[in-house]
């Protein structure tokens, strides 16, 4: 048992002003290993006071500087790399196939980040197309940003906002998931190896009120969130009366449309990655799988076929795709999804229950749904675990319809043969991201949602974007 009553401000760790815990539990054993401060609006008033001392100091340095900053941390999440997945795999139940590239992919994109350097270096002197004169744009750090993340990426959704925050000047405090505090505390050591200078980077691990404390506190000029659209709407009205930039990286229920054209063989290497990458729990995932209708009950058993096929059990076992989810309460959750899927008329070609092949962890068995409809609770939620919905179409005008009509707009897969008619497919979505055959984000490329999926882009030199604001020097000549 790790026990821990201290939170990381202003380049140490100190003892937490809360007396409340957090008992961090094991999803595939149901068993305590760790118990960190339920930190408190005193911890984070803290947190945001170094933070906000630490920033003059830090702003002022060059954009090389920090960007050397950046490549140390890479490194030390590379020399770190084994310990931090097995503490991933531990706190979440992330299969250690996948938790095992968390540290080099983070590493990797803090690498990429610290290459943008060059965008703040150079002087951006623009002609006044309408008078004599000319015009410096600077680029300048907005100040201290609150970073906030979910449970189901801990590492790599804090790295994505906390690059390019550092490379643009921002000092920081990193507000994790109550359920995944100990990668942040591991990564917080990986800071101070690194010698990021004391108060750039701070955390507080809590919940609600610590999450809450940080939305609301009024020295903090920047929120970038990950996390469910409900929350996000409630940051969104909070940094909108206060007239502060937030990110928003928000949920979804994204379709994967299988064209007539479709190579099984393709199909069949990738639909797990798009549909059911970490057990389901991912925002991007592509979870309403639309297919030809005279074709449905051949492609329904082919999905199905694919999913039972593959390995569930420990997740530390380097075979295993399927973990348990990552608690009791997201157990219940999906669950309930299931029961309704069931209630509605659904059909499960497999799994569709609770799983009992193990004697401890929150398991779900991985399910199919055919003969789902668009109006289905199991097509229009976002379920957040190991559930495919298999929904027929008439035509390509009907798919790109059924596709359309959700609130959410994060990601898509088109399957084809034909690129080109994918790809005017793939066009015709209201998606931030679609991919051709399969689906993985790029890190040199923008990210972000429409409609309820958020608001603003990470990765790139737009995900660097979110963390500057501008100002314009005018000259007369």
């Not at 795999?89 to 968390?102: D, K, V, W």
């Not at 050591?189 to 809590?206: E, I, K, M, S």
Request: hydrophobic share 40%; with cysteine.
């Amino acid at each position: 048992m790790h026990v821990h009553d201290d939170v990381f401000i202003g380049g140490r760790w100190v003892r937490s002003a809360s007396s409340a815990r957090i008992e961090v539990l094991n999803p595939a054993t149901e068993e305590a290993w760790a118990s960190v401060p339920d930190g408190d609006e005193h911890d984070i008033d803290q947190a945001v006071r170094a933070a906000r001392s630490a920033f003059p100091a830090w702003s002022a340095t060059s954009p090389a500087d920090r960007a050397a900053v950046l490549h140390r941390l890479a490194d030390e999440l590379d020399a770190r790399a084994a310990a931090m997945s097995r503490i991933i795999t531990t706190e979440n139940g992330t299969p250690i196939a996948e938790s095992g590239a968390a540290p080099g992919h983070s590493a990797a994109h803090l690498r990429l980040t610290a290459d943008l350097a060059g965008l703040l270096d150079s002087v951006d002197d623009r002609p006044n197309p309408m008078a004599p004169g000319h015009t410096v744009v600077r680029r300048v750090p907005v100040g201290v940003a609150g970073l906030i993340t979910p449970w189901n990426f801990p590492l790599g959704l804090i790295i994505i906002k906390l690059g390019p925050a550092l490379l643009a000047g921002c000092t920081v405090v990193i507000k994790p998931a109550p359920e995944t505090p100990m990668a942040m505390r591991a990564l917080m050591d990986a800071v101070a190896a690194a010698g990021v200078p004391d108060g750039v980077v701070n955390l507080v691990t809590g919940a609600t009120d610590a999450g809450t404390a940080l939305v609301g506190h009024p020295d903090v000029d920047k929120i970038s969130f990950t996390g469910s659209t409900n929350v996000g709407r409630i940051i969104a009205r909070t940094c909108g009366e206060r007239l502060r930039p937030v990110t928003l990286e928000l949920g979804g229920k994204s379709p994967a449309i299988v064209l007539d054209d479709f190579d099984r063989e393709m199909f069949t290497r990738n639909l797990l990655r798009v549909s059911m990458r970490n057990t389901g729990q991912t925002c991007k995932a592509c979870t309403r799988l639309l297919v030809p209708a005279h074709r449905h009950d051949e492609i329904a058993t082919l999905a199905g076929e694919i999913v039972s096929a593959a390995p569930m059990g420990d997740p530390f076992d380097p075979a295993t795709f399927f973990g348990p989810v990552v608690s009791a309460r997201q157990r219940d959750r999906v669950a309930g999804y299931l029961n309704a899927g069931h209630a509605e008329g659904a059909t499960s070609v497999t799994g569709g229950d609770v799983s009992t092949r193990f004697d401890r962890g929150f398991y779900i068995e991985p399910t199919v749904f055919s003969h789902v409809t668009p109006q289905m609770t199991i097509a229009r939620e976002e379920i957040f675990g190991p559930v495919l919905s298999v929904i027929p179409y008439h035509d390509i005008d009907d798919a790109v319809a059924i596709a359309n009509d959700s609130p959410y707009g994060l990601a898509a897969t088109v399957f084809g043969t034909d690129e080109t008619r994918a790809t005017a497919v793939a066009e015709r979505l209201a998606t931030g991201n679609v991919g051709i055959n399969h689906y993985g984000s790029n890190a040199a490329a923008p990210f972000g949602g429409h409609k309820d999926s958020g608001l603003g882009t990470e990765f790139a030199a737009e995900g660097l974007d979110a963390y500057l604001q501008f100002t314009s020097i005018h000259y007369q000549s």
